[in-house]
């Protein structure tokens, strides 16, 4: 093997030795093994010191071999995951693993780069009993789950479907906890989670237990220690021996709104060290709010802000949708005008005209049918998208009836009234065309004594 680090730091060099055959499972064919392989090995003493590493670490860490040798296994590690391996550690050095042949569960740890990065690495650790060798044996492997990580990275920042990025992190711990089937609940309202997207590899006999996770009992499923709660119930259906919630709080909430939900082929949780576990709540949580955070800006963006109703943006988005699905349906604009407004703002002062415009946006809203769209245009002026055109004198006809009933504004009174324009085209119709013609019907409307309806020929 040319040249062989001993724990004393002392190099010997064997080049012009004879060769020798290495027997099956002697120290010598185990120390072959891992000073070739591609994944480096090390090895520590029973104080935590590296006593011997294999060449292949520096293309991992850009630290050569000789470099580690006699630091503590804590100097190659980033703080963040000194915690969970310091725990790990004592479970090997323990009076009753040191003596056995002992293979510990792989573990998710920041490995320090000689560069000051940090390198998310897998690292499996056995009693070097096992090996035939002194010491505690490690092997240090990439994560293979970076790329889970960043495909699921990329679709967050991308602005992917909240379904498919909590699909996404829940490919992670479905690699880094095997066996386990992984979901992940999200957008609780009180009664029920709107949102539960399986891990990629669910088996399709157990996508099913999704519409079960969405229904769990608020007081079985949300704890706010964090701790994982046991859904045994959910297990049995799966037939696995145990089923896990670890309820995640989004910031700025004073409860758990999600859930990372694993069912395991083991009656136990995940252990609290699993890196990979507590890194997917996190993300979990920085998901949600990325989407709650983008539905709000797209509804700042469609809405007026006063009214609560869909502004120009809102009806454009609204005709889009409805003329790429029936683009030669019939339909009809009511472009409206509020008679009298002016006359309550300068009397009663603009507080009591945003109130008022409040209050009549409510009733056109109420006025019309799920199938139309109500927007305010601007000031005082309202369009109304009438999806059945047959329909639409009728609806003129109430809503400005509905406009005009008495407003209670305080201890005040005040009285408006409603004039109509109306115009008819398709869903495929451009809207300025249709804007156009209704706005010349309700200059008709007005001149014509105003509170009524014209259509525009």
Known sequence: MGRVTDSSNRTEDRSSDPVRPVEPGSDAMHRAIIETAASPFVVLDAEG???????TIEALTGRSAA???GHHFLDLIHPSSHEAVIAEYSQFVSHDHARQAWVGPPMLVEILHADGSSVTCEVSAATGSRYGLDGLVTQIRRWSGTALLYAAVDALAAGAPLHDVLAKLGAIVEHS????????????????FDVVAAAPGTPPALRRLGTRIAEISERVWRRDDGMPSSLQ??????????????PVTVRGDHHPSAALVLLRPVDAPPPPSDTSVVRVTTLVA???ESDRNRRAWRRS?????LTELPNRTGLEEWLRARAAAHPDA???????????????????GHAMGDRTLQILAERLRRGVRD??????????????ACADADAAERLADRLIAAVGEPIGLDERTAQVGLSVGISYGTFATPLDDLLRDSDRALLDAKSNGRNRYVVRA
């Open 49 to 55: 010191n590296v006593q011997w590493c294999g060449e």
């Open 286 to 288: 920085l998901a949600i």
């Open 177 to 192: 906890v095997p066996g386990s089937v992984v979901f992940v609940a999200a957008s609780w309202d009180g009664a029920r």
């Open 330 to 348: 019939a339909m009809a604009v009511l472009f409206c005008d509020v008679d009298g407004f002016k006359q309550v703002n300068d009397e009663l």
């Open 301 to 305: 963006a469609i809405t007026d802000q």
């Open 233 to 246: 119930g959910i297990a049995h259906e799966a037939g696995l021996a145990s089923c896990w919630s670890i």
């Open 67 to 69: 470099s580690v040798l």
């Open 371 to 384: 199938d139309d769209l109500v927007c305010r245009w601007g000031g005082d002026e309202f369009v109304i």
